[in-house]
């Protein structure tokens, strides 16, 4: 049945304008198998694709190579009905960043993604949009890094997935955190 078996299709499409729709025609090579399609698809933008991955990562560790994104636990205290609430945070290399000039230094635009996977359920946050500023002074810093911090209240067990994306550059890094689970007797 319909339900038993099926297959999800991303492709690229070169020189198709975000939110532009392409139709599609897809042909089957097994006689008798009659695939079911949607009429046509809609190139998705950058935010959109940094929000898929994101959740894909709560899976399957997304190996991105854009930009390089380092993420951990920072503290744990106690919540409500036995989950922790959890806050972390994400380095950023300046140097993985379009660091464009404006007056008195430069400036990195991003927007942070996150997604939870708690209990077998997927949660998302809306993007959180954000500029990280260095002064005109600090071109020579090879070790300098922008920093993002948030919190969630998770199960054990829980695994929380970031996604950064460099709004300039279109280029976007993920990061996993395996919240652990509870403490063994």
């Not at 950058?46 to 380092?70: C, I, K, Q």
């Not at 809306?126 to 600090?138: I, N, Q």
């Amino acid at each position: 049945t319909d339900l038993e078996s099926f297959y999800s299709l991303g492709f690229p499409v070169e020189g198709l304008a975000a939110g532009k729709p392409l139709d599609v025609d897809l042909k089957v090579g097994v006689p008798g198998a009659k695939a079911r399609t949607r009429r046509a698809v809609v190139q998705r933008g950058a935010a959109d694709r940094a929000a898929d991955r994101t959740v894909s990562n709560l899976f399957s560790r997304v190996a991105a190579p854009g930009v390089p994104v380092r993420a951990r636990v920072v503290s744990t205290s106690p919540a409500d009905k036995g989950r922790s609430k959890v806050a972390y945070e994400v380095e950023i290399p300046a140097s993985g960043l379009a660091l464009l000039p404006v007056v008195g230094g430069r400036v990195a635009k991003i927007a942070a993604f996150v997604a939870i996977l708690a209990g077998g359920e997927v949660t998302q946050a809306p993007p959180a949009r954000t500029e990280f500023r260095r002064g005109e002074d600090a071109s020579g810093d090879t070790n300098a890094h922008f920093t993002f911090t948030g919190e969630a209240i998770v199960p054990p067990g829980a695994v929380i997935s970031i996604g950064i994306l460099d709004e300039s550059t279109q280029e976007a890094g993920y990061a996993r955190i395996d919240v652990p689970g509870p403490a063994k007797k």
